[in-house]
Every structure is written in structure tokens, then in C-alpha cells.
């Protein structure tokens, strides 16, 4: 059995509650501090609150169509050292300010003592 955590069951846990409305929940995910960047902009989060605060104004940007036609492909997982993963996703199905219907997700995940995932650096990249 492996006991290394599935980063896959783990992103799509974080999306359902992100598109749930369930920010306060997803916080669990995230290691503080943490780091989110688009070609735009770049922000450290060094409290809750703060990140807590952007996912709300960013999921509130983004809408569902139909929540039953999203779609989350992993494509690629890679294990870049024993505490550290890297991970591509995307969400089909999405609807942005933009028009855009998919967005690509890169994560950098940390393990902590526990082997808990803990999101450390999201990169998001509208395709």
C-alpha cells in the first residue's frame, strides 16, 4: 500500500470545496506561507484570512454552467523529491469574466511531519 498522500484525490477534494463555496474549509489545504502567480500577478499569503479573502474575489470571477459538465483532468504528476510533488490539472467547464471555458492549474505540493499535503505555490493559467 502506498503511503505517500494521492495529490490527485487531493486537488479534486480542494476544487469541489472551491466550487462548493467552502473557502474557510479549504484553507486546511495550504501551507502558510503559500504563493499564488498568474503572467499578471504574484501573491505571498502569510495569514488565512488574507488567502481566505483572494479565494472568494477569485471564485467569485469564475462561474459554472452546469456544475454536473465540469470536468478535472490531472495531467501530470510528478514526484520532484520525498516531501515535494508537482502537479498539472486542469478544470473544463469553467466560465470566466473572459469567456474563457478552461483554465490549467499548476500546484507545488509540500508534505508536512504528518505526510499531509499542504499546497505551497498555484500557478494559474487561463487556456
Known sequence: MDSQPNEKLFLKELCELLIKGDFHESLSFFHFPCVV??????YVFNRELELEQWLVSYCRRLSLADES???FVVKKAVQMSPKVKFSQLSLNGLLTESGENKIQL???LGTDDNKALKIIVVVIDNA
Open 69 to 71: 459538465n465540469l470536468e
Open 106 to 108: 499548476s500546484f507545488t
Open 37 to 42: 502567480m498568474n503572467n499578471n500577478e504574484k
